[in-house]
Every structure is written in C-alpha cells, then in structure tokens.
C-alpha cells in the first residue's frame, strides 16, 4: 500500500512540474516544450537508475522517483498526439523530425544520466 502514496506523491510533483514548463510562453508550431520535458525526463530516469544501483536505493525511493515523478512529468501520450497532429496537417518533415529528436534525444538522455551518476 505504501508504494501506491510513494507513487502517487511522485506522479503529483511531476505532472506539477510538467504544468510549470507548459506555462512558459512558446509560440511556434513545433512541440518544443513537449520535446524538452522528455529529454529532461530520459536524463532524470537514467540518473535516477544509475544513482539507485550506486547508492542502494529503497524500492519506496525508487518508487517515488523513477515510476512517480518521472511517470508524471514526462509526456508520452502528449508526445504521441503531437506527432499524429503534425502528420495529420500534412506537416511531414517536421513531424519525422520531432520523432527522431524526441527518441533520439531521449536515448541520449537516459545514457547521459547514467553517466552522471557514475
């Protein structure tokens, strides 16, 4: 039961994190935001997995952080939609371009984190 209030906690401050960057004033049809917050997330995964196996973590920490926080602030179905949107408008390259760069980055995201934390 207890990792449900860890998960819950976690998913809570990320998704508040998500809003707060939403918030900041973008004007462009490119999803960039969406973009930053994944790799941001990959980055914060990948240190969180490196840094739970370095230091020991507790299933409840790992639980709040990797499966709470990162669940909650990163943006998958946001970042499907977007995608879809794009090529629906018939704005190919810049749709093929947002995946590439999301998934990419978002690979190199987790590697540098894991990096980070040693």
Do not use: H
Not at 28 to 51: D, E, Q, R, V
Not at 66 to 88: D, M, V
């Amino acid at each position: 039961m207890t990792g449900f209030i860890f998960v819950g906690f976690g998913g809570a401050l990320g998704a508040m994190l998500r809003y707060a960057i939403s918030l900041v004033p973008y004007k462009n049809t490119f999803p960039m935001p969406t973009l930053i917050i994944n790799i941001i997330g990959a980055l914060l995964i990948g240190y969180i997995t490196g840094l739970a196996v370095k230091k020991n973590l507790s299933s409840d920490v790992i639980l709040f952080l990797k499966t709470g926080l990162c669940g909650g602030f990163t943006t998958f179905s946001t970042f499907s939609l977007e995608a879809y949107n794009l090529f629906q408008s018939g704005s190919y390259a810049c749709a093929v371009l947002y995946l590439l760069l999301s998934v990419i980055g978002c690979i190199i995201g987790v590697w540098c984190g894991m990096l980070i934390a040693g």
